[in-house]
Structure formats: C-alpha cells, structure tokens
C-alpha cells in the first residue's frame, strides 16, 4: 500500500465506527466495479468472490439494469415512495409474479420491509407470532438470520448474539440437519421435544430455517430433512418460515433454495440480490390466508425503494424469463465443485455448500484467515464463514466470465498451496 493510499484511509481510522469488519481484511480503497471485477482507486484488479456477501448474485453494474436506472432517475422517476402506489412497484410485482411465482405455482403476498433482510426476518416473526398467538421461534444452531433484536435471537453465533448487551428470549435452538452426524435425524429428535408435554419446549410460532445456511459454516440440509421440518411445523401447529435472503436469487442453483425439495413454506425472506444490483430491498412473502396484518402495523420508511423495483424489474426478466441462466449456473456450479474438491482432497479438507454457495472447509480459522490473506494480496476478494470462521467461502458472482473464474480459482488454489506448505515448513523446523 502506498503512502497516498494509507493516508487516504486514515480518514476511516479517525472518522468511522470501530464496528467495520470488511474493510479490516481488505485495507483498500475501491473505486469502480463491472461484473466480477472490482478496480482499486490506483486501479488495481480484483476479481470479486465476496460479491457483496451475495447481495450481487448478477454482478456489479449490469448494464441492463444501469441503463434502466439512469433512465428513471433521468425523467424525475419517483425514488422514494413509503408504501404508496408507483409504476415502479407496479412493474415489479407483475414481473415476479409472471417470472418467478407463477411458473412455480406459489400463490404468495409480496410484504415490503425495510431494505434489509434482517428487516424481512423480524416481519415474518412478527407475523407468525401474530397468526398463532405464541411466542417461541424454533431456530437452529449456526443459523443467522440477521443483527436487530428479534432476528438476532434466532442467530446461533455467541459473538454476533453477544452485541445486544441484553439477554435474547423467545426462541428454542434444535439442532440443524448433520449437527450431530449423519447417523443421527434431528427432525425426528424434535418432533420427539415437541410431542412431550415435558420436554420444557413451548409450542412454537413458527419453525426458521435455512436450507444452506451461509453464515453458519455453507451446512446443507438436506431435501429428506426439510421435508420433516415442515411436517413437523404443521403437526405442532406452528408457521414453517424459509430465510432465503443468502441462499436464494439463483444462488444454489435455482431462483429459491428449496425448489427442488418438494415443499411450500408458509413464509419467505428474501433481501441481498433481490434488488438485481446491489440497492437495499427486502421483502417478505408469505401465504394470503396469513395476511391478517392492520394497515401499518409493520412499516419502515425506505420500504418503497423505487430505484430498487426498476433493476430488481430488469434482473428478473433478463435473468429469469426462461432456463438458460439456470441451466448457465448448473455448469458454473460444477465446475466450481470439481476445482474446489481437487484443493481439498490435497489436504484432506472437506467441501462445503452447494451450487455457486461453496467452500473448504480448513479445520481451524488461522488457516482460513492467512489464506484469504495471500488470495488478496494476489488480487481476489473471498471471505470466511463458520463457527470459527473456519471456511474460505467462494460467492463468486453467478454472470462471471469463465476465464475470469478459471483465473479466481487458479489464485484460490495457490494461496492453499503457499499457505499450507508454508505452515508445515514451520512445523517441520520445529
């Protein structure tokens, strides 16, 4: 980093909170994106596997979308609405209910949150809490669903829970799908909880889940275990409620995560690329028997986000109209997999994830860390996740150009190499 560059930045040192994390493992200064590359104000390359924490699913600046905006901003288009009527959100409920609900045959109510999916979660919350007349949330352990009160509850991470200063009620932690191995049904194990009268578990409002869980460590669950959830939910009189705000979008494969999995959530959030390019967008869906919601009794003043209904508009009809860009992650999705599981198998690492959602999982966060280190002084953006932060988590945006992947990944597999064969030369020396 250059003196121009580190001075720059002292502006953040001195003026912005302590609370940034992202900038901390990437101490640059940006200045311009296109799809799968991010450009340094000194102008240097980056290919972006971050993608916005997949709030960028259709990579940055899509020139459809762009240029739709431009052009709504140009002819003094509404941008910010409240919830009143605009022919932006006209054109985007059409368009995802031809697009996406309709050939699905899902029958939802489009609510508009606030622009975050924390906001989306703490709706449906609500709302499940508000339909059944109870309190408890079933959530799940490396579940996260989001940094506000109520979502933050639901969140299994200690340290992200800890932020709150207060203690977190109103919620029971099962554990999800694997947690203790393949031998062991979790689904089963609640349903036992549930049906003793004993067991010190309250009715609950509502059963969340997600069916890859992004935060928590890229854990799976599996078609077969989701099934039981839902089951589950409806036999114990409770709401089954699907966070897809990281998961969904196209991310693992298809528009949502459980498509493929043969069941009909009573409730979806959905937030991060919603908005086709980046703009805060939330929504929550649920089913029209459980609109019983009184004219505001759940608002936020930026759920009218006009600029956000014209490219979310855009992406949905260039993206989504036919199979092809489905078909186009399937081959992505693959190749990642096949490029992923020859690092790991070198080092006796397991995969994780699914779809353009995976990663390596390195046994312990140091490693993790160092090697995201090494990939970004090499020019690609990647984070962690996990527990321990113990996965180096691939969110590549789904639109990247093959060579640029080819080349991200061929950068991912030499920091593994040069990390890992680093460390057990120091071992070794000692």
Same mark, same amino acid.
């Given at each position: ?48 596997? #971050? ?73 449906? #919350? ?33 340290g992200k829970r800890g932020g709150a200063g207060m203690d977190l009620s109103g ?10 191995? +393949?031998?062991?049904?979790? !689904?089963?194990? #609640? ?21 890859? =869980? ?15 959830? =839902? ?16 998961? /969904?979008?196209?991310?693992? /494969? ?39 919601w009184k004219p505001g009794e759940h608002n936020g003043t930026f759920r009218g986000? @006009? ?14 109209? +036919? ?12 190749? #990642? ?68 992947? !080819? ?16 460390? @057990? ?6």
């Amino acid at each position: 980093m250059t003196n121009s560059e580190q001075n720059d930045l002292l502006v953040f040192e001195r003026r912005e909170s302590a609370v940034r994390s992202y900038c901390r493992a990437f101490p640059k200064m940006f200045d311009r994106a296109v799809n799968a590359k991010i450009f340094g104000a000194d102008e240097k390359e980056y290919i972006d596997f #971050l993608a916005g924490c997949a709030s960028l699913n259709y990579g940055h600046n899509d020139p459809d979308m762009k240029q739709a905006l431009i052009d709504f901003i140009s002819r003094d288009g509404i941008a910010h609405g409240l919830d009143m009527h605009t022919n932006a959100k006209r054109d985007f409920l059409q368009a995802f209910h031809r697009h996406i609900l309709a050939p699905r045959n899902m029958d939802y109510r489009t609510m508009f949150t606030g622009p975050t999916g924390a906001n989306a979660v703490e709706a449906a #919350l609500k709302l499940a809490r508000k339909v059944t007349g109870r309190t408890n949330v079933i959530s799940f352990t490396n579940g996260f669903h989001g940094m506000t009160l109520g979502a933050l509850a639901t969140t299994g991470n200690a340290g992200k829970r800890g932020g709150a200063g207060m203690d977190l009620s109103g919620v029971h932690r099962a554990p999800f799908d694997g947690y203790f191995g +393949d031998n062991v049904d979790t !689904a089963e194990q #609640l349903d036992i909880l549930l049906s003793d009268s004993s067991a010190g578990i309250d009715a609950p409002a509502a059963i969340l889940v997600e069916a890859v =869980q992004g935060e928590g460590g890229l854990n799976v669950a599996s078609k077969e275990w989701m099934q039981k959830m =839902q089951a589950i939910a409806k036999k114990h009189g409770a709401l089954f409620i699907v966070d897809d705000i990281q998961a /969904g979008c196209g991310r693992t /494969g298809t528009f949502f995560s459980f498509e493929e999995m043969d069941i009909e959530p009573d409730i979806i959030t959905m937030a991060k690329s919603l908005s086709g390019m980046g703009l805060p967008f939330a929504v929550t869906l649920f089913k029209p028997e459980l609109d019983i919601w009184k004219p505001g009794e759940h608002n936020g003043t930026f759920r009218g986000n @006009n600029h956000a209904f014209i490219t979310a508009k855009v992406a949905i009809e260039k993206f989504w109209a +036919d199979d092809s860009f489905q078909a186009e992650i399937q081959e992505k999705s693959e190749y #990642l997999e096949q490029r992923l599981q020859s690092i790991a198998d070198k080092y006796g690492f397991g995969l994780k994830g699914r779809g353009m959602m995976m990663g390596i999982d390195c046994g312990n966060g140091d490693d993790a860390a160092d090697i995201c280190e090494h990939a970004f002084e090499n020019g690609v953006i990647v984070e962690t996740s996990g527990s321990d932060d113990e996965i180096v988590k691939i969110l590549a945006p789904l639109t990247i150009e093959k060579d640029t992947f !080819a080349k991200g990944l061929d950068i991912i597999e030499t920091a593994f190499d040069c990390t890992l064969v680093e460390k @057990n030369q120091r071992s070794a020396a000692e």
